[in-house]
């Protein structure tokens, strides 16, 4: 009996752009007929192709399709099933637009496990285009861009769907119309990545080129190189040569897909005991400030490497100030090492309102610096007269420094190391010195934005730092 | 109001949030990245979805995949992701697909000055893709603007059914400050709604001449065909020239005819200036410090700041160009000069400009003295 294909196909499109001899209307039929079997309505259904011959496939379907760009339809289908998991979303590409160009998608796509069913029709060249080669034009064949032969190795498109962890990989070719629906049917069954390749004949573009003269020529060549994979495994290497297995090569049934993992991990952890994830402090709106009234404007500057806590030093004075009723800004400066680059922290705070957030080169007040590094870079900021608190054992006033500034020392890392048993906690030293030094909030409201912004855990050590930085300081000072 | 301690990142990730954004793919990139860290954390906590994908392209295409299904979606980069995700922003602007992408500018060209500001990427955000696409960018100017202007983002997107670029740079994405913010519920009053069209007779690119596609969200309604390629009313592929025309004209016009939606400036302390600073991006923060010192020195300067970059706001130059002298108009940029030369040529004339292309923004006595000079004519 004849298979009506009206249904699922644009009737208004065709007949299809594709050359006479041309494999992808088999393959569109088929994945009409395994759409069939499984069931699926065209409304539910999401069709993505890339660039290429193949990419016209989009054209014809009759259900949701989008004709994408070159070697990416996998990366926008993973944006469609994410966002729709219980909708089928067929990917097509060819063997350039799935293994040059979007190589990167296809492996990741393997990874992820997401579920699409993603098809490359392997036609051995780039047809569109005129016969350049593709990453599977067999070795010693002509293509455009390979006039003398091609000498380059060749992927084997299966075996890296395998190698990067695709749940399903099958294979057939054009001319076994059986197995390309059985194997559709399967791959569509199947929950996870899901790569069919299939072997397809280039009559106009590779064959004739490659003294394949009429279209049954090429099928014939087609024919011969995809070897069922249970004779497969009977032949030699050498006979293995330029020949591929078709049939289904890989099964794993139970592996997690990757929308229902998604959707399991959130079931988790909306659970477990996460917070909110809210990421900025909200603050009671008090009184706002007057804008009227004279600026009061401090600066001050925290200076270190990346790692020792500077960044957060900042943002916990600044939160304090703001607690305090105070415009406040914290700015930062750094440099693209992560650990080890010199880092400053400017915290200003004004009771008018804030605009340029960094400190003003001469103006600084108070500087804390726990790296030589930094301190030399960033000393030039305090204004003649300023005080500068150095960890002594980590940075070195010249005698200059100590009489344009007035330089304070206190080991602080050492503190940190012996007397608290937490280098993390120099944070909050550094932040119980500024705040005995400068007065620049009430230290019990530090000492609560200290609570509220270090991990639960390291609270009780943050509060002794904070309270031998205040100690510190003051010793220093009556000395 | 609210007032929230926060930075530019972790406003623009609270924006996406309140403004309904649903779907977030992205790719670490430093100085945007906390963007995506912050709702790696949020998004599954409020069963939205976050996905990191394997690279920039990848990213884009991800999320322009789920705002097909009508996900309000966002993406994230710095300059040289968005170089790398430029032929998929060709793509949302030729089929329509609203999306929000957000360039947190650090210095360029290249590798250029990862952690550092600037303002560098100005005229890669007119003119993102190949081909012809009237982009709309926005720049917030101060850190609580990173929450409003990413709201405006999504619903510029979603009325124009195209990408909408947000610019920040370092100094906003790394500040952190007190801000003022609208409570959740106003912005919830102003999000706009994608257009739907359920309708028998549908085609997606059937509407005025003036108007953006109709796309109803996949997997609802008649099934239809989008592409990257020229296409007539029905969305599938055309070479017809008088049809190619209209396309690109339409995708124009839903733009130039509609520019007061688009269009915004703030002007501080504008009216009895004699002196102006153009600037936009945290420049602003800088110029408003030296306009209010300069003031104070009885220099009435004045500032023309657009939060809407593209399409310039090209009728409000002509009249500043109107007020001010040229040499009383100052330019100043994070740049070579990427904005000078548009509002020169809206201006008619040639201005004075003050740059800066090494990764610190401008200290407001900079500005001052530069302003100071042309006051006396040096």
């Known amino acids: ?479 | 109001m609210r007032k929230l301690k926060a930075n530019g990142n972790e406003l623009i990730a609270l924006a996406a949030e309140d403004a309904g954004c649903t779907f977030f793919a992205g790719y670490p990139i430093t100085p945007s990245s906390e963007v995506m860290s912050i709702l790696s954390k949020r998004f599954p906590l409020i069963e939205r979805k976050f996905i990191q994908m394997e690279d920039e392209i990848g990213s884009i295409c991800a999320a322009i995949g789920a705002s097909l299904t009508g996900k309000r979606s966002m993406t994230n980069t710095s300059g040289p992701g968005m170089s790398l995700k430029a032929e998929q922003i060709g793509q949302a602007h030729m089929a329509e697909i609203p999306l929000v992408i957000v360039n947190v500018m650090r210095g360029g060209p290249a590798t250029g000055l990862p952690t550092r500001t600037s303002q560098g990427d100005v005229l890669q955000s007119r003119a993102p893709t190949h081909g012809d696409v009237k982009t709309i960018v926005l720049a917030p100017s101060t850190t609580s603007e990173c929450y409003t202007e990413t709201v405006r983002a999504f619903n510029l997107a979603e009325r124009f059914m195209q990408p909408v670029i947000l610019l920040s740079d370092e100094t906003l994405a790394h500040t952190s400050r007190d801000v003022l913010i609208p409570d959740l519920s106003e912005i919830q009053k102003t999000l706009v709604t994608r257009r739907v069209n359920y309708l028998s007779d549908y085609q997606p690119c059937d509407v005025k001449d003036d108007e953006p596609a109709i796309l109803n969200p996949f997997f609802t309604g008649k099934p239809y065909h989008i592409t990257g390629l020229f296409h007539d009313k029905t969305d599938f592929p055309t070479e017809k020239p008088d049809l190619c025309q209209q396309l690109i004209d339409r995708q124009f016009r839903k733009v130039d005819n509609h520019l007061r939606d688009i269009e915004k400036v703030e002007k501080y302390r504008y009216d009895d200036a004699d002196y102006l600073i153009v600037c936009y991006g945290s420049v602003y923060l800088s110029a408003r410090d030296a306009a209010d010192t300069l003031r104070k020195e009885g220099l009435h300067v004045g500032i023309f700041c657009p939060k809407t970059l593209w399409p310039s706001p090209v009728k409000r130059l002509e009249d500043a160009s109107k007020k001010f002298d040229a040499s009383n108009i100052l330019v100043v940029e994070m740049n070579k000069g990427q904005y000078l030369r548009e509002v020169e040529r809206a201006m008619g004339k040639r201005l004075p400009f003050l740059s800066k292309v090494n990764g610190r923004l401008f200290e407001p006595p900079e500005i001052m003295n530069k302003i100071r000079e042309m006051h006396h004519g040096v």
């Open chain 1, 1 to 479: 009996m004849a298979y009506n294909y009206d249904s699922k196909l644009r009737k208004e499109r065709l007949p299809t752009q594709w050359c006479p001899g041309c494999g992808n209307g088999i393959v569109l039929n088929a994945i009409i007929r395994a759409m069939d079997t499984m069931g699926w309505k065209k409304e539910d259904v999401c069709l993505v192709s890339g660039i290429g011959c193949s990419g016209r496939m989009s054209s014809y379907m009759d259900c949701f399709t989008f004709h994408s760009t070159h070697g990416r339809p996998v990366a926008y289908a993973t944006g469609i099933k994410f966002a729709e998991p219980e909708k089928p979303v067929i990917v097509v590409s060819g063997d350039g637009d799935g293994l040059a160009i979007g190589l990167s998608h296809f492996l990741h796509g393997c990874r992820r496990n997401i579920d699409l069913k993603y098809i490359i029709i392997n036609n051995f060249i780039y047809g569109l285009t005129n016969s350049q080669a593709s990453p599977t034009t067999p070795l010693g064949m002509w293509a455009v861009t390979q006039p003398f032969g091609n000498i380059e190795n060749t992927f084997d498109a299966c075996d890296l769907a395998i190698a990067a962890k695709a749940t399903f990989v099958a294979r057939s070719t054009t001319l076994d119309l059986l197995r390309l629906e059985k194997v559709l049917t399967a791959a569509f069954q199947h929950k996870g990545f899901s790569f069919v390749e299939i072997l397809s004949g280039c009559p106009v573009n590779f064959g004739r080129k490659n003294d394949m003269g009429a279209p049954k020529e090429m099928d014939d060549w087609i024919g011969s190189i995809g070897v069922p994979s249970a004779r497969w495994q009977t032949l030699s290497e050498e006979e293995k040569e330029g020949k591929f297995p078709v049939g289904i090569l890989k099964q794993t049934a139970g592996a997690k897909e990757y929308c229902e993992k998604y959707s399991e991990h959130v079931k988790k952890i909306r659970e477990e005991d996460h917070g909110t994830g809210i990421f900025c402090e909200t603050i009671a709106p008090e009184d706002q400030e007057n804008e009227e009234c004279d600026s009061v404007k401090r600066q001050f500057r925290f200076t270190g490497v990346g790692g020792q806590g500077i960044i957060s030093a900042g943002e916990i004075l600044c939160e304090a100030m703001i607690r305090s009723g105070l415009h406040s800004a914290t700015s930062l400066a750094m440099n693209s090492q992560v650990r080890g680059g010199p880092t400053s922290r400017d915290v200003l705070c004004d009771k008018k309102e804030i605009n340029y957030p960094y400190a003003i080169n001469g103006e600084i007040e108070f500087m804390l610096s726990v790296a030589d590094s930094s301190y030399q870079i960033y000393k030039k900021g305090v204004t003649p007269g300023g005080i500068i608190v150095i960890d002594p054992n980590l940075v070195h006033a010249s005698s200059d420094d100590r009489k344009t500034w007035k330089i304070l020392e206190i080991p602080i890392v050492e503190i940190a190391k012996k007397e608290i048993g937490n280098i993390a906690a120099q944070s909050s030293i550094a932040l119980g010195i500024a705040v005995s030094i400068t007065k620049c909030v009430k230290e019990e409201i530090l000492l609560q934005s200290i609570t509220e912004m270090v991990p639960k855990k390291s609270i009780p050590a943050n509060i002794k730092a904070f309270k031998l930085g205040i100690e510190y300081a003051e010793r220093v000072l009556k000395e």
